[in-house]
């Protein structure tokens, strides 16, 4: 069965660095997804994307997210000057068409540890 | 504005028990629901979707949920516990139009006993 991949799984890094969070979604996929996942809370909604562009972001997603398409088959989530409340666990989701009602693929996640 | 809630974040049963876990949302439209389950060291994986149609939905392994309007729930359902069952489970909703994104609940841990 197809899947996302993401990588890392798991990266540490200092406050205040670059972080890049890569995901691979299903290969006939158009819509495409970050949430996060702080631990011991809720699964949030970072942003939507579709065609090429933002097609929703939460409040979350503020300037110093961002994220990619860079090529036909990756997606990225760009984290500028890392905080330690970015701590959390990101998962990148796929789906092959709109949000609404149809089933959103989900990849294993990507442990991103501030220290 | 849409919101889930999970009562018990964490609920124990006997392997064989019935399971039950609650989930109630809040949706000022129609709203589609979601069960997913999160194994260790695993991404989130669909159990169930409602979205039009008949409210009792069927999932993978066993587990089924209900629709009920008139109380705002989608409890996830399965008659009898197995061992690999022990898992988070997490219950989502979407708006029945529109690209809206999920909105999950804060999830329930599920423990299984022998």
């Known amino acids: 069965e197809p899947e996302v991949t993401q990588t890392p799984s798991h990266q540490v890094t200092q406050m205040g660095q670059e972080v890049i969070l890569r995901c691979v979604p299903i290969?006939?996929?158009?819509?495409f997804y970050w949430y996060r996942q702080i631990l011991g809370q809720k699964v949030e909604f970072l942003v939507s994307?579709?065609?090429?562009?933002?097609?929703?972001k939460s409040e979350i997603f503020d300037d110093q997210f961002s994220v990619e398409r860079p090529d036909g088959s990756n997606f990225t989530l760009k984290i500028r000057s890392t905080k330690l409340e970015d701590s959390a666990m990101y998962f990148c989701?796929?789906?092959?068409?709109?949000?609404?009602?149809?089933?959103?693929?989900f990849g294993e996640g990507s442990w991103l540890t501030v220290v | 504005a849409q919101s889930v809630t999970q009562l018990g974040s964490h609920v124990s049963v006997s392997e064989g028990a019935l399971v039950l876990l609650r989930c109630n949302y809040s949706?000022?439209?129609?709203?589609?629901l979601f069960w997913y389950v999160q194994y260790p060291n695993q991404g989130l994986q669909l159990l169930l979707k409602?979205?039009?149609?008949?409210?009792l939905v069927k999932g993978i392994n066993g587990f089924e949920a209900e629709f009920k309007k008139s109380e705002t729930s989608f409890h996830l359902t399965k008659p009898s516990a197995h061992m690999s069952d022990a898992a988070e489970y997490f219950c989502?909703?979407?708006?029945?139009?529109?690209?809206?994104?999920?909105?999950f609940g804060k999830g329930t841990r599920l423990s299984v006993i022998a």
């Open positions: 409602y979205t039009t149609g008949a409210t």
């Open positions: 949706s000022s439209v129609p709203p589609y």
């Open positions: 989701a796929s789906s092959g068409q709109g949000l609404s009602g149809n089933t959103i693929y």
């Open positions: 290969s006939n996929h158009l819509y």
């Open positions: 994307f579709y065609n090429n562009e933002i097609s929703e």
């Open positions: 989502a909703v979407s708006a029945f139009s529109g690209n809206t994104p999920l909105v």
